[in-house]
């Protein structure tokens, strides 16, 4: 296990290492093949997971088949946290975009951690609240932001958790399709396209097989408000 990326998650956050080490025990390790699906909306789960290794993508369906994808978690993110405080189907689908490991925690070894640490029940709390604040955000922009905007936006987040910088530019590896990074956007396949070609041809960024290089940041922020 990689203690550096488990310090990440809001669990261990605050822990010191024998409180970090006993609660590492009680975790059990998953193992995904890219395209690989963990559950699906509507299935019946009780376990929190954190992403060790990979890219893990979280999005639903709506009733005519079509898809959206609520979000993409790297390694020190963690989902699945709403089914141990509101047990019930799954709201999502996750599927690996990579391959990918996490680590779980299921409900009642969870229970006990909040009964002795309060502090790990703050943290949680406190993820909840974040992921309440994105998904309004989300909403928002649907109302308000154009499509150019939403995927310079998409972009920028992507770059904050998967980019690394480089003397040409952030590069941005989020392993997406073009058909899943507009699905992120909340957009047609064509729309987003069209934006992505217009920012590279004023020079903003680059194009690359499941991934870009971020050449003008500072454009995109720009775009992006």
């Known amino acids: ?30 193992r995904l ?6 559950f699906r909306e509507g299935d019946s789960g009780d376990r929190l997971y954190v992403v060790m290794a ?10 005519d088949g079509r898809e959206n994808l609520m979000a993409v978690l790297g390694p020190g993110q963690m989902f699945g946290e709403l089914s141990l405080f509101d047990p019930g189907p799954r709201s999502l ?28 029940a703050r943290n949680l709390l406190g993820q909840l609240a974040s992921r309440l604040r994105r998904t309004n955000d989300v909403v928002a922009d649907l109302v308000f932001s154009d499509v150019p905007g939403r995927v310079a936006k998409a972009l920028l987040d992507l770059a904050s958790r998967f ?8 590069h941005v590896h989020h392993d997406l399709t073009q058909e899943e990074l507009a699905q992120l956007v909340g957009a047609s396949r064509e729309t987003v396209n069209k934006a992505l070609a217009d920012f590279a041809n004023r020079g ?8 870009v290089v971020l050449v003008d940041v500072e454009r995109i922020q720009r775009r992006a408000r």
């Not at 296990?1 to 006993?22: E, I, Y």
């Not at 093949?33 to 963990?38: F, N, P, S, V």
């Not at 689908?93 to 790990?120: K, Q, R």
């Open 1 to 30: 296990m990689d203690d550096d990326v488990l310090r990440q998650t809001p669990l261990f956050s605050g822990l010191d290492d024998d409180a970090a080490a006993s609660l590492r025990s009680s975790l059990s390790e998953n």
């Open 93 to 120: 689908t996750a599927t690996a975009v990579t391959d990918v490991t996490m680590l779980s925690l299921g409900h009642a070894a969870l229970l006990s951690w909040l009964t002795g640490h309060p502090d790990v």
């Open 33 to 38: 093949r890219r395209g690989e699906i963990l």
């Open 204 to 211: 903003w960024l680059r194009l690359e097989p499941r991934s």
């Open 54 to 63: 990979g890219k893990i993508k979280l999005g639903r369906s709506s009733p």
């Open 163 to 170: 980019g690394r910088q480089a003397d040409d530019g952030l």
